[in-house]
């Protein structure tokens, strides 16, 4: 009867095989595919027990699913054995093609470790072939390998098996449904793996996505919104520092739009002063100061703040530029800078100012002419005058300070003092770049030009202080101021020393000259000056000195000081009152 049906089975058990294996294939996760699996003997292949055990990362198995017992499947579900645990099992008992079947003769040294075991009670075998409680059968799964080798790949799980319902041990056919299911469940579990892979990666990667929108979006509006003004430009290439997008406040800055604003550089809208400026700021979080020209034709002080932004971590590089507008910081710095070195009365340069531009044109070198093309030569390639200047019998002629020879005596400068006519080279070297300040020698024009400082003290002011109070006194004062820079060239300096003291710098003037200004000044003063619907009248004592190297600013205008007291001093009392 058996051997009649025996087709019939088959037939039936290829069916079952064909329902399960389908089922494994349609689960939608991990999970349900494993539980797929264990069911799948149950309900297809004919054991009361199935449980999949499935390889963890670390290389341990855990149950992973349990079919055909609740109890067994609540008390082992989820519990680990180690790998060296399971590798001993797989190289035990029988080996059935790709199976691995331990007889309760053997299996009973494994009752103490720690693999997950559930224990079934039952009568001992009657027939050779009979299941016995304590046998077990093992199905090793593994990754699809080679083709044609089912075992050729990695172990990803062990499919065990227990209590057959025919109650008999598995025959041929029994074997190899078993093999070929393990081997099937094998590919549905990699698949069910790769699915969720997928399904992770796919998950992450629309998350980045949308963290890359968000992040693009937050970046678009602080680029466009930004209260400064924001430029993207082109990185390396031809096209280097080519304007590729700004934001409107970048563009109200400039007054040009946006399509204006992709023609241009910054190397071209910047102020030609500036574009040193420019080219040693560095891509690299590099600042800089400069000016940038507007529509207009104005040019508006910025700061310029550059840093490198990339598409991806391969991608193409952008300079991205921060502009801000600190044009009312400069102003009030150029308006600090200017209360500091002048006067707020009259505007005029003070103190402080007077003397820093006086001390620009003068240097430690005593008053010498300045050396001939010869001279410039010799000096330049380390020969002194002296060696040229020698005079029979040994000695050296030197050189007063109008260049006049004295033989083999002493120099001496203008004033009468001896100096070294020749100094050290270091003497000098602080110099080379220095345009010397001579000034005319003697009482007589010998058509020197110099630096006049022409001091002047106003004769009569502090009796209209007296009478008309101070804001009369100031409005004078300011009035002075006018005139005198009214006389005056383009180059030269009117300063205000205090009180009622002025000093005029004028470059380039011979004695005769610096004489004819200080009457130009004088005539410029003495017309009446109308305070609070009054004429009031100031006279004016003017003391011309000249700077020349080796004066300190302090000892020039001292010089024209005193100078100014003895032209005082000199004018009947009568002719310096006013008022």
Not at 69 to 97: K, P, Y
Not at 271 to 299: M, Q, V, W
Not at 342 to 361: F, I, K, Q, Y
Not at 501 to 527: K, M, S, T, W, Y
Request: proline share 5%.
């Amino acid at each position: 009867m058996e051997t009649e049906s025996e087709p019939y089975v088959r037939l039936a058990t290829l069916r079952q095989l064909h329902t399960v294996m389908a089922d494994m294939n349609t689960a939608r996760s991990l999970a349900d595919t494993l539980q797929t699996v264990a069911d799948g003997v149950v309900t297809g292949l004919g054991y009361e027990l199935a449980c999949v055990n499935l390889v963890r990362p670390d290389g341990d198995l855990v149950v992973a699913a349990l079919a055909g017992n609740s109890a067994a499947e609540a008390l082992i579900t989820g519990r680990v054995g180690s790998r060296a645990s399971w590798d001993r099992r797989l190289n035990m008992g029988e080996a059935w093609g790709d199976l691995r079947f331990i007889p309760h003769t053997e299996g009973w040294v494994l009752d103490d470790d720690d693999v997950p075991q559930w224990y079934t009670d039952g009568p001992a075998p009657r027939f050779e072939d009979e299941w016995h409680p304590a046998d077990r059968l093992f199905a090793p799964m593994y990754t699809p390998g080679v083709s044609g080798s089912s075992s050729c790949g990695e172990l990803i799980g062990v499919l065990s098996v227990d209590r057959p319902r025919n109650g008999r041990r598995p025959g041929a056919w029994g074997r190899e449904a078993l093999q070929m299911y393990a081997f099937q469940g094998a590919i549905a579990i990699s698949n069910a793996r790769l699915r969720a892979n997928m399904q992770r990666a796919l998950v992450r990667l629309e998350r980045e996505q949308q963290a890359l929108r968000a992040s693009e979006e937050s970046f678009r509006q602080a680029f466009e919104y930004a209260p400064s003004g924001m430029a993207i430009a082109e990185m390396g290439g031809d096209q280097h520092g080519r304007i590729l997008r700004t934001n409107d406040a970048l563009c109200r800055l400039l007054l040009r739009p946006a399509s204006a604003m992709r023609r241009y550089s910054f190397s071209d809208l910047v102020h030609p002063e500036d574009i040193g400026t420019l080219l040693r700021t560095s891509a690299e979080g590099g600042r800089a100061e400069l000016r940038l020209c507007r529509r207009d034709n104005t040019y508006v002080w910025v700061s310029l703040r550059n840093s490198v932004v990339a598409d991806a971590a391969d991608g193409p590089r952008f300079l991205l530029t921060h502009v801000e507008d600190i044009e009312e910081r400069k102003r009030r710095e150029v308006q600090l800078a200017h209360r500091a070195s002048h006067d707020s009365l009259t505007g005029l340069p003070n103190s402080a100012e007077l003397r820093s531009r006086l001390s620009s044109r003068l240097c430690q070198r005593p008053q010498a002419l300045p050396p001939g093309a010869i001279e410039s030569l010799d000096a330049a390639y380390g020969h002194g005058p002296q060696q040229y200047a020698e005079l029979p019998g040994g000695e050296h002629g030197s050189y007063d300070g109008n260049g006049n020879g004295n033989g083999g005596q002493g120099g001496y400068d203008g004033n009468g003092h001896s100096f070294d006519p020749w100094p050290s080279s270091e003497a000098y070297d602080a110099f080379d770049h220095h345009v010397h300040t001579i000034a005319p020698e003697g009482e007589t024009d010998d058509g020197t030009k110099g630096l006049a400082v022409l001091f002047c003290d106003l004769d009569g002011f502090k009796s209209i202080n007296d009478r008309f109070g101070h804001n009369a006194g100031d409005e004078v004062l300011i009035e002075v101021a006018r005139r005198l820079t009214n006389v005056v060239r383009d180059g030269d300096t009117v300063a205000r020393l205090g009180g009622d003291e002025f000093v005029v710098l004028a470059d380039g003037l011979g004695r005769a000259d610096a004489q004819d200004l200080a009457v130009r000044l004088r005539n410029a003063i003495i017309p009446p000056i109308r305070v609070d619907g009054r004429a009031v009248r100031v006279g004016a004592s003017f003391g011309i000195g000249w700077a020349h190297c080796g004066m300190t600013a302090d000892e020039v205008l001292k010089s024209a000081d005193e100078r100014m007291y003895i032209e005082k001093r000199s004018r009947p009392k009568a002719h310096r009152r006013a008022g």
